[in-house]
């Protein structure tokens, strides 16, 4: 199994969303793209937690929770 650069892996969840990180990109430093994609990528998964599908709020935060740990 090949093992992908985990940067890699936060800046594809970056571009595969459309909203502002793409435009946002451009406006950052090359060198500091990765390291702000990989907090887009953590801030992305707290937010799919907590509004994305048709979960009930006790169970989007249990996961938020279990997210957590």
Do not use: K, Q
């Amino acid at each position: 199994m090949v093992s992908r650069d985990p940067y890699d892996v936060c800046l594809d969840i970056a571009r595969a969303h459309y909203e502002n990180f793409p435009v946002a990109s451009v406006l950052v430093p090359r060198a500091m793209r990765r390291d702000i994609a990989a907090v887009y990528a953590f801030a992305r998964a707290a937010d799919d937690f907590a509004d994305e599908g048709d979960a009930d709020a006790a169970t989007r935060h249990a996961r938020l929770d279990e997210w957590e740990r």
